[in-house]
């Protein structure tokens, strides 16, 4: 098996699993809209087996599949997505990914409070 790897393996300054981010400030046009609708990348929301939705990082350049690296964490972690976990089985260089700072457990917290 021919092993791929992520482009990305550390969690970009900006990330909405950071607890400390304001998805308001969020470069590369922030939309709250989208923002709710990625809720369908999260594994409970997800039927096994069928196509995986993964949420991509805000600062991929078009035409990239960068996955969001405090997503891959959570739903890797806390967020049990099985469908991922064998995914990132063909990928190299996930031991080293890397979050920083204390992180949201759920997605539901990565949203902005309404202002």
Request: proline content about 4%; glycine content about 8%; overall charge positive.
């Given at each position: 098996?021919?092993?791929?790897?992520?482009?990305?393996?550390?969690?970009?300054?900006?990330?909405?699993?950071?607890?400390?981010?304001?998805?308001?400030?969020?470069?590369?046009?922030?939309?709250?809209?989208?923002?709710?609708?990625?809720?369908?990348?999260?594994?409970?929301?997800?039927?096994?087996?069928?196509?995986?939705k993964?949420?991509?990082?805000h600062?991929?350049?078009?035409?990239?599949?960068d996955?969001?690296?405090?997503?891959?964490?959570?739903?890797?972690?806390?967020?049990?997505?099985?469908?991922?976990?064998?995914?990132?089985?063909?990928?190299?260089?996930?031991?080293?990914?890397?979050?920083?700072?204390?992180?949201?457990?759920?997605?539901?917290?990565?949203?902005?409070?309404?202002?």
């Open positions: 098996m021919e092993k791929k790897e992520l482009n990305r393996t550390k969690q970009c300054a900006k990330c909405p699993w950071k607890v400390s981010t304001d998805p308001y400030e969020i470069p590369n046009n922030y939309d709250v809209e989208k923002h709710e609708k990625l809720e369908c990348t999260i594994a409970k929301n997800q039927q096994f087996g069928g196509t995986l993964a949420m991509a990082c600062e991929s350049k078009d035409g990239e599949e996955y969001c690296i405090g997503w891959l964490h959570n739903q890797l972690g806390e967020g049990n997505n099985v469908g991922l976990r064998i995914k990132m089985l063909y990928y190299s260089n996930v031991r080293e990914i890397q979050v920083f700072g204390k992180q949201h457990k759920k997605f539901r917290d990565t949203l902005p409070k309404r202002k």
